[in-house]
C-alpha cells in the first residue's frame, strides 16, 4: 500500500494506521491556516480564551486554564498577553485574593466580531475537502474522543459544565 496524498497528504505510509499523527498534522494545518490572516496575531487558543471569558464574566484565570487544558503557567501568559493587548481585565477576587477574575473589554468584544468571522473562514478553508455532514461527523467524532479522555472520573465535580 502506498501514500495516498489526496487522503493523507504527505504523511508517511508507515504513520498513517496511527490517529495520534494524524490529529497532529491536523492541528499543524489549522496552526497554519489559523496564522494565513490572523487578526493582531492573535493565536487560536487566544481566542478560545476570549470566547470563554466573554461567555463566562468573572471566570477566574485557574478555571479558564481547566476549560481549555492549560497549565497555570500557560494560561498566565496567555492572559497576560491579552490583558498588556487591553482585550482583558484581571481583577483580585473578593472571597480569596489568589483569585484572578477576567472580564473582557470593550476592545475586545469588537476584536471578538473579527475574530469569529476569521475563525469561521478558517474553519471553512481547514474542511473545505468535506461536506456539510462530513464536518459535523468529524466535530462529533473529535468531541467523543475529548469528552471520553477528559470526563471526570466518578466523584470528581464538574466545576466547567453548566
Not at 480569596?96 to 466580531?113: F, I, K, S
Not at 475574530?115 to 473562514?121: E, I, M, Q, V, Y
Request: aromatic fraction near 4%.
Amino acid at each position: 500500500m502506498g501514500i495516498d496524498p489526496e487522503v493523507h497528504g504527505d504523511l508517511p505510509d508507515e504513520l498513517q494506521p496511527y490517529s495520534g499523527f494524524l490529529i497532529r498534522r491536523a492541528q499543524q494545518l489549522h496552526l497554519d491556516v489559523w496564522a494565513d490572516g490572523s487578526f493582531n496575531g492573535i493565536t487560536g487558543i487566544q481566542f478560545g480564551v476570549l470566547v470563554l471569558v466573554e461567555r463566562h464574566p468573572l471566570l477566574d484565570q485557574k478555571t479558564l486554564g481547566a476549560h481549555l487544558a492549560l497549565d497555570r503557567s500557560t494560561i498566565a501568559g496567555i492572559v497576560s498577553r491579552l490583558e498588556r493587548q487591553g482585550l482583558i481585565t484581571r481583577s483580585v477576587g473578593d472571597a480569596d485574593a489568589r483569585r484572578r477574575l477576567l472580564e473582557l473589554t470593550p476592545a475586545g468584544a469588537d476584536a471578538l466580531v473579527e475574530l469569529r468571522r476569521h475563525a469561521a473562514l478558517v474553519d471553512q478553508r481547514l474542511t473545505a475537502p468535506l461536506s456539510e455532514p462530513e464536518r459535523l461527523e468529524l466535530r462529533r467524532l473529535l468531541g467523543v474522543l475529548i469528552t471520553h479522555h477528559t470526563a471526570p472520573a466518578a466523584g470528581e465535580s464538574e466545576s466547567l459544565r453548566e
